[in-house]
């Protein structure tokens, strides 16, 4: 019998010990796709705005396009917007990646209706593509106190994930109101998101599927961050969405 129970007992040991070997090279694997990713990402993120302002200031250079203030004045807002790119994407990745959680907030008084409407017509002048339609439903007249900066940059992020995760014929709709909270609402058309998947969305590095379901680079950073700067402004973001319809993001932030 006390054989029967060390066989048992070594069977057990070498069967744990296989066991957790398996588990460690699996996520070891795991931990090693992400990065492979994470870094074939933050290639093509960076490569495309440095592109663009390449081409800019080769294009500031000639000397026909010296004496065409009209050129002059775009091919400036262009590399200012994909300056705000770079400045956006170096901050995202610094705070999140190197594992620096805190959000210092610098807040001032903005006005909810001029405040939105600025956001939404720069967004609107950055898409390239004229079939994309936005609506905007913006009815709220207050003052509130947000860091311009954060929030901008949360609201920035779900409109270009809209875009990004968008279908021919894509519709923006961005609605605000003002009950007890202040609250913006962004809906798109676009592929939706699983109810499977909508429970992680927020969580860091999290991408829906794979290249074989959407073929559109990221970090899996954006909701991860935009959820942080609405935190830490003491509000909150939901999602509702459903797969080939459409998703709806809502930020609700105390007026106090
Ligand atoms: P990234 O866009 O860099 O992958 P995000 O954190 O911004 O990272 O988004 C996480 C994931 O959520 C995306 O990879 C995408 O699968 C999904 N997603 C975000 N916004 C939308 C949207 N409007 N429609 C469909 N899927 C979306």
Do not use: C, W
């Not at 990402?41 to 009209?70: C, F, G, R, S, Y």
């Amino acid at each position: 019998a006390s054989l029967l129970i060390l066989s048992v007992f070594i069977f057990l040991f070498v069967f744990g010990l296989l066991y957790y070997s398996i588990k460690n090279l699996i996520t070891q694997k795991k931990i090693a796709d992400i990065k492979t990713d994470f870094v074939n990402n933050i290639t093509h993120e960076l490569k495309t705005p440095l592109a663009t302002l390449t081409l800019a200031t080769k294009m500031l250079k000639k000397d026909e396009v010296k004496q065409q203030p009209a050129i002059i004045e775009n091919t400036v807002s262009t590399i200012e917007r994909q300056n705000i790119r770079l400045q956006k994407l170096i901050d995202q990745v610094l705070n999140n990646s190197l594992g620096y959680q805190e959000i210092k907030l610098h807040k001032e008084v903005v006005n909810t209706n001029d405040y939105l409407d600025m956001i939404v017509n720069d967004f609107q002048l950055s898409l390239d593509s004229e079939s994309i339609k936005i609506y905007k439903n913006i009815t709220v007249n207050k003052e509130i106190s947000i860091d311009k900066f954060y929030f901008t940059t949360a609201i920035l992020n779900i409109l270009e994930n809209a875009v990004k995760y968008g279908k021919e014929g894509l519709e923006i709709h961005i609605s605000a109101k003002i009950k007890h909270n202040f609250t913006i609402s962004i809906k798109d058309n676009g592929i939706g998101i699983p109810k499977k998947q909508q429970p992680f969305l927020f969580d860091k590095f999290y991408r829906v599927g794979n290249k074989e379901v959407h073929n559109v680079k990221g970090l899996g950073l954006g909701l991860y961050y935009t959820h942080q700067i609405i935190k830490a402004h003491k509000g909150n973001i939901f999602v509702e969405s459903e797969e080939n319809v459409g998703s709806t993001f809502t930020i609700k932030i105390p007026l106090k």
